[in-house]
């Protein structure tokens, strides 16, 4: 068995059927820690009356928690007429505005200089974005880099300052009625899990999504698209997807997938495009 593996997928079926890690722990009848450490691929060759409470408990089968796709999922869904079947949301610019009033939090609380904040930050951001790190190491660089002589918990500056895009939010549930949905995004370990709960993303049933954190590697590179193609169970021909960064855009075209831009300045324009692109056949 690859633990690593089994537990990205246990983390997308989890994460499908809306449930944060604690839901799970409860109707699972499993220690928090124990949900975790299966997860991150912590625990070599776990239980397999562990794997089928897991699975029970988010009402699939043990071949589709263990990386199967539902047999029937293809045939629920329609086309559109330029013959796309499966869209990924990007998160950050897209679902939610960003996160900058963070940096400016940050800085007015710590003293540090804003553009030492910000150089900080991306310094270590796609080491945690890429699963590289994890959080308690990504907050220790941080706040000792910034000298605060105390731990930054960066997910509770992250969840304080972004806001949802309305728009973008009601053009997902949409979406999801006609097609199948997913969020493809590079992001920090446990943050999708900790928006869901807040209800900061659309409360939608995904077909997957691809958490960068979870998969160990981020957009643009190639091998993200490579593992969305493969999870959404669909050509790449049929595919779209509707991010925020040209970048990522250009390189998820280079996969053979529809791709738009999404402007945050402009969502209202944004929405009425992407709508267009997805006219039901």
């Known amino acids: 068995m690859n633990e690593e593996k089994l537990g990205q997928w246990l983390q997308a079926a989890r994460l499908r059927a809306g449930l944060t890690q604690q839901a799970l722990c409860q109707k699972a009848g499993l220690s928090y820690s124990t949900l975790t450490k299966i997860e991150r691929g912590a625990i070599k060759s776990p239980s397999i009356f562990t794997i089928q409470s897991i699975a029970t408990a988010l ?56 553009d030492v904040v910000e150089t900080t930050f991306w310094h270590y951001n796609d080491q945690a974005c890429r699963g590289e790190i994890d959080m308690p190491t990504f907050n220790h660089k941080l706040s000792t880099e910034l000298h605060t002589g ?74 993200i698209y490579t593992i969305a193609t493969e999870k959404a169970h669909c050509p790449a021909s049929e595919i779209l997807l509707v991010d925020d960064s040209r970048m990522n855009l250009m390189a998820a075209e280079k996969h053979g997938w529809h791709v738009l831009w999404f402007d945050d300045y402009r969502p209202d324009e944004s929405v009425a495009r992407v709508k267009n692109a997805l006219e039901l056949a």
């Open 59 to 114: 009402d699939v089968s043990l071949d589709q928690l263990m990386g199967a796709p539902a047999p029937s999922a293809p045939k629920e869904k329609r086309r559109s007429k330029s013959g796309v079947r499966f869209v990924y949301f990007d998160i950050n610019g897209c679902l939610v505005r960003f996160f900058h009033a963070a940096f400016t939090r940050l800085a007015e609380e710590t003293g540090a200089p804003a």
């Open 150 to 223: 105390r731990t930054i918990n960066w997910l509770d500056y992250y969840l304080q300052a972004i806001e949802p895009i309305p728009m973008m939010h009601d053009l997902v549930r949409w979406a999801a009625e006609h097609y199948h949905v997913g969020l493809l995004t590079n992001i920090m370990p446990g943050f999708v899990d900790a928006m869901l709960k807040q209800g900061l993303l659309p409360a939608v049933p995904y077909d997957t999504i691809v958490d960068s954190s979870v998969v160990k590697t981020i957009k643009p590179e190639s091998k």
